[in-house]
């Protein structure tokens, strides 16, 4: 069955600290790896998309990286700030399908 | 500037009472979907339309109904709402399939009682 796991389920970090994000996946094949933060109450927004030739990608201060050998992906962010709060989702798209394969999220909260 | 509208942001419903959430889209996108998120889990996908090509997924009960009357317009029609079916719905666009960025609007909390 095809997977996304992310870890940790939650995690709290101060501002100004930077932080890593871990999204494991056993899609395959898969046509593209995106990640989503969401804030509360709203819908997800995009952050990054990579297609599996891609091994990084920056938006900001958000870079997330893609080994596609290992079905690993990861999203570190630089310098956080309060407003960074918010649960970052990994998504998968199947190649055959175009059926998108959610993680469940990491809540991240950002203390000052 | 909203791209993608969803009405309204909170819905009350009654346990048996029909209820329909809009959502509409200046984006001029060919793909329209519609998630259920409950709380602390991921979207579920319960459909989507390309154009005018209505696609259900398997899982997703009867219950739920859509409609897109135009390109700009996707509703989601619960016809008898459980108790279970209190969540967020979230409505998205893309330009074509799962290859593009789907963008998501605000959702509605939907309530029931």
């Known amino acids: 069955k095809n997977q996304v796991e992310q870890s940790p389920q939650s995690l709290i970090i101060l501002e100004g600290k930077n932080c890593t994000l871990q999204?494991?996946?056993?899609?395959?094949?898969?046509?593209?790896l995106r990640w989503y933060k969401q804030d509360t109450g709203r819908g997800p927004v995009s952050l990054t998309i990579?297609?599996?030739?891609?091994n990084t990608k920056s938006n900001g201060r958000y870079t997330a990286t893609l080994d596609a050998d290992t079905k690993q992906s990861s999203l570190h962010i630089t310098a956080s700030q309060l407003s960074d709060s918010a649960s970052y989702i990994c998504?998968?798209?199947?190649?055959?399908?175009?059926?998108?394969?959610f993680g469940t999220g990491t809540r991240l909260q950002v203390f000052p | 500037d909203a791209m993608v509208i969803q009405n309204p942001r909170y819905q009350v419903t009654q346990f048996g009472k029909p209820v329909t959430l809009s959502c509409s889209q200046t984006?001029?996108?060919?793909?329209m979907y519609w998630y259920q998120q409950k709380s602390s889990q991921a979207p579920k996908l319960l459909f989507h339309?390309?154009?005018?090509?209505?696609?259900n997924e398997a899982d997703t009960p009867d219950n739920f109904q859509s409609r897109r009357p135009n390109t700009s317009f996707c509703f989601l029609d619960i016809r008898s709402p459980g108790l279970g079916d209190a969540a967020m719905y979230l409505c998205?666009?893309?330009?074509?399939?799962?290859?593009?960025?789907?963008?998501f609007g605000p959702g509605t909390r939907l309530l029931v009682l």
């Open positions: 998205a666009t893309s330009t074509d399939r799962a290859q593009e960025t789907q963008y």
């Open positions: 999204c494991n996946y056993t899609v395959s094949p898969f046509s593209n």
């Open positions: 990579m297609t599996f030739s891609e």
């Open positions: 998504v998968v798209s199947e190649f055959n399908t175009d059926k998108l394969i």
């Open positions: 984006l001029n996108h060919n793909v």
């Open positions: 339309y390309y154009d005018k090509d209505f696609n």
